[in-house]
């Protein structure tokens, strides 16, 4: 293979090591940076979910040495139920905001998006650096919920008012931890829009010349369409959780309805609607769960077609589905409140639209095992996650079908059920998402090879471990187990499915323990892997045209013209199995 | 196989094709689209204000409309002027009258702050008559509504100081000598027109928040 750069000048800026590393307004950079804030928050997320497994497995067992460290949250050695809450709200916060939509959109998107469609850079850099900053600050404050007294709030991850509203009076963790929270996530909010705003305009305004919308490969129409989503959700976000923040400080009553009596004391506060909270909290929350598994999906589409050396199935299907997923999901946040008392005609709507995501669900499904139907498929490390991915969507998703109905939901709500419907689809297949990208773009970002073999075995237990942690846990909803509940062997009716709580948490402890084969082939290939060539999978897509890792300037002086689409591949009359969307025209023989 | 790596890898053409866009030839449009998208975000705050304002407004019996501070009028006045000239800032950009451009620039930033000014003194009418932001809810949706307004317009105001130095740039040095340094006139001129863009929808911001707040109720 030629070496692209001795035929291209690159401009080499060089700066010193704050502006090269740190404050950097190289997309690629940036896109690291969030990767490596993702999986800073991932590797915390993953130890708070240690102590709820714990407690939820061995509810009277005492931890001597905890209690050295948590004082407050180990009295007497044993966990106590607040602190419990603590850890639950925090994973989930930290797990959807800083993971599922970072890594995703924010890491893989600043790193690809721009080389996909041959352009230099982002549409504008400085905001680039600025929004990974802003997200930066945000992570730092929500840490620092877990440090400050009275420890992290015990809301959950959606903060339902009036509980996250009433401050400290209701519960440890509420006071200045729940503050916290609500401005952690706000600055969030800045941080993502900014970030949306410039994927929007770089799409549009960057594209090499010929890379027309439908010559975008599907990962680009995937961070497009999350983008899109996170413009127009995390506003919502931002306004509910202003208004909450003056509820806390301000003294205002958005939220907080009148003649509440917290612990015995009765709060002056008159007229608000916690609904409202609810209202708000969804219509940006259902939109953020396709923004968590949106850019998974277009990661999934294109990792199948590259190692099933076929074209997507049904391109343009692929696109409308993406784009239909994102619509419908602005129409359907009221699914997560069947139980508030709407009347039954608005259930009804909610329910309609939910199940209507089925259709380019199904659609996308169909696609993918039509695009592996016939293939000779190489059987890579990046595509066992990608069909991992495309297994734990149908697993998560079909129960979603389940729960749009409100008479189902209505008994399921609540319950663990909801917990593993949710963790696998939006959690673990998201994750699957992640890792494939990963694997996948590895080579490209540090120049060498993941080992295939220790890859293949962080598969295999992750599979595994994931399905045994949360098939259960549908079983246990089934048969009433509420989430939420630090201890569930005080109800006589479920203490037969103790011996199951323990199996989940033993079989979560090794799927934990397995990710850090995961973090060893990660940081270990990245200086010792194997060298990695311009395009060691034999993929079509203009990052495969440069070299590994990228210059600074990716193109350098000369840019891509692009003559094909993203998946040709396996064109009969062609020399090589594969044609780079920058070859020249007419050289498919059709 | 190397031919397929590099031959499709061709040198841009010199200049105007619109195909080749880089880095530093950015879409002139892309300024302006950007703070269209910007607009868009904002709009959605607001939407979402406004739909808690409806709900809250039907619930409770706590709800008590504020008086209108007089200022207000006032304000509203001196921002509709405003844009007007921003408007005639553009138009002296396009006739390459940089030092008119620079003065109506200057006008504009002096208006807003004018507008943000007589705010204050709305908020400080207002707290002088015992209405403050948690007196009922329809003083606290005022509060946030105008503190969300006027911190918004602040960004302007930075942008439009930033567009006002990038002029006096312009002024202090002719055209031919615009290094890398120094913007070019016509990146001071996109800057000009993105601005514009947000600061009209500042503007009719403000008179929907007015509407919304007294003609609603």
Sequence with gaps: ?590 | MATTVTSGITRPPDQGDGGQRRLSQRDPQTHTMGVAFAVVAIGMLFIALTSSYVVRQGLGVDWQRLPMPRILLVNSAVLLISSITMELARLARRRGNWQRSNTWVFVTLMLGLAFLSGQLLAWQSLASQGFFLSTNPHSSFFYVLTGLHGIHLAGGLLALTYVAAGSLQQLRAPAAAAGPARPSPDRCSRWLDGTAVYWHFMDALWIYLLALLFVWG
């Design chain 1, 1 to 590: 293979m030629a070496s692209h750069s001795s035929q291209t000048v690159h401009t080499e800026i060089r700066h010193g090591f704050i502006r090269t590393y740190i404050f950097s307004t190289d997309h690629k950079v940036i896109g690291i940076q969030y990767l490596m804030l993702a999986l800073f928050s991932v590797l915390l997320g993953m130890g708070l979910s240690v102590f709820m497994r714990l407690r939820l497995a061995w509810p009277a067992a005492k931890w001597p040495t905890l209690e050295q460290i948590f004082s407050v949250g180990f009295s007497g050695g044993q966990m106590t139920p607040e602190f419990y809450l603590a850890m639950m709200t925090m994973h989930g916060t930290i797990m959807v905001f800083f993971v599922l939509t970072t890594a995703p959109l924010s890491g893989f998107g600043n790193y690809f998006l721009p080389i996909q469609i041959g352009a230099r850079d982002m549409a504008f850099p400085v905001l680039n650096m600025l929004s990974f900053w802003v997200t930066f600050v945000a992570l730092a404050v929500m840490v620092s919920a877990l440090l400050v007294t009275g420890g992290a709030p015990i809301s959950g991850w959606t903060a339902y008012a009036p509980l996250s509203a009433l401050g400290q009076v209701a519960g440890p963790g509420l006071g200045t931890g729940q503050t916290l929270w609500v401005i952690s996530i706000a600055i969030f909010c800045a941080g993502s829009l900014l970030t949306a705003l410039n994927f929007l305009c770089t799409t549009i305004n960057l594209r090499a010349r010929g890379m027309s919308l439908m010559r975008m490969p599907l990962t680009v129409w995937a961070w497009f369409t999350t983008a899109i989503l996170a413009l127009l959700a995390f506003p919502v976000l931002l306004a509910g959780g202003i208004l909450l923040l003056l509820d806390r400080v301000g003294g205002s009553s958005f939220f907080i309805p009148g003649g509440l009596v917290v612990s015995d004391k009765l709060i002056p506060h008159e007229g608000g609607s916690p609904l409202l909270w609810q209202h708000l909290f969804w219509f940006f929350g259902h939109p953020e769960v396709y923004i968590a598994i949106l850019p998974g999906m277009g990661v999934t589409s294109h990792i199948l077609s590259t190692f099933a050396r076929k074209p997507i199935f049904a391109y343009k299907a692929m696109v409308s589905a993406i784009f239909a997923i994102g619509f419908i999901s602005y129409i359907v946040w009221g699914h997560h409140m069947f139980m508030s008392g709407m009347s039954p005609f608005s259930s009804m709507v909610f329910s309609v639209t939910t199940m209507a995501v089925g259709v380019p669900s199904a659609i996308k499904t169909f696609n993918w095992l039509a695009t592996l139907r016939g293939a000779q498929i190489r059987f890579t490390t990046p595509m066992l996650f990608a069909l991992g991915f495309v297994s734990l969507f149908v697993t998560g998703g079909i129960t979603g079908l389940l729960l749009a109905q409100p008479a189902i939901d209505i008994y399921l709500h609540d319950t663990s059920f909801v917990v593993a419907h949710f963790h696998l689809i939006m959690g673990v297949a998201a994750i699957f998402g992640i890792f494939g990208g990963t694997y996948y773009w590895f080579p490209k970002m540090f120049g060498r090879m993941m080992s295939e073999r220790l890859g293949r075995i962080h598969f295999w237990f992750t599979l595994a471990g994931v399905y045994a942690i949360f098939m259960p846990m549908h079983f246990m909803g089934i048969s009433g187990a509420p989430r939420r509940y630090a201890q569930l062997t005080e109800f006589t009716y479920l203490q037969h499915l103790q011996p199951v709580q323990i199996f989940i948490s033993i079989c979560a402890f090794i799927t934990i323990a397995a990710q850090f084969i995961f973090l060893y082939n990660f940081f270990v290939s990245m200086w010792k892997g194997e060298r990695a060539g311009v395009n060691p999978w034999e993929a079509t897509s203009l990052e495969w045209t440069i070299p590994s890792p990228p210059p600074h300037d990716n193109f350098g002086e000369l840019v891509p013209v692009v003559n094909h689409g993203p998946y040709e591949y396996s064109v009969p009359g062609e020399p090589t199995d594969f044609v780079m969307q920058n070859a020249p025209a007419g050289s498919v023989a059709s």
